[in-house]
């Protein structure tokens, strides 16, 4: 393995263990999204809605839930970073503000994974929705969304972690960006739930990858200015 592969390696590492030992932020984030369905559950179950009513609002809850219970998540970002001050020194030790930027969209990526499959979950067990005809579909576009939005989110934390009002400051720059990313979701879900399968030569899924692959692109270089200042 190269120099930069074992200290991509080693950073990824070293964000999980720090997660991991935070047990309190894992289950905060996770209640955050469980609450958040079952909140949805009453809302539209206790007014009458039919199987199909409920499938046809799912795309929205499901993508709302995911949008503000990743936010939850990302603010913890750089939190442990910023508190012990040693962002400059991981700089400064891994030679390249890009392996940083990787790791952390790394660990962040892994965190959403699993806040997505809790939302899945919760969704299925609370909302009445049966989604289990094209779960295994509903995962792999939610996985590939999430690239999208991990990467936008990893940068605008960096930038939000120096503030008091962090919690505040990230969702208001990062929920208008996603704008495009999570209508391509929503309308890809709703292709899904409707006809059971997605035409990955449409629109809005191409729309997803394209965004995918240049946020990830463009957060990388811009990343190394954002540690900079």
Known sequence: MSAEGRIFSALVAKDLKTIWRRPTQIAATIGFAVLSVIVASFAFRQIGYTQADLLAVTPGIIWLVFLFTGVVALNYSFLPEYEDRALEGVLRASGSPATVYLAKWTTNYLFIAVVLLAVLGAHGLFFGAD????????????????????????????????????????????????????????FVTRELLSHGSIDLSGFWFVLICVFDIVSLAVSTVLFEHVAAS
Do not use: D, Q, Y
């Open 131 to 186: 989604l289990s005809a094209s779960l295994a579909l509903m995962i792999t576009i939610a996985l590939i969304t999430a690239i999208g939005f991990v990467a936008l989110g990893t940068l605008l934390a960096a930038v939000a972690v120096v503030h008091r009002e962090r919690e505040l400051i990230l969702p208001l720059v990062l929920f208008p960006l996603l704008i495009p990313l999570l209508a391509g979701a929503v």
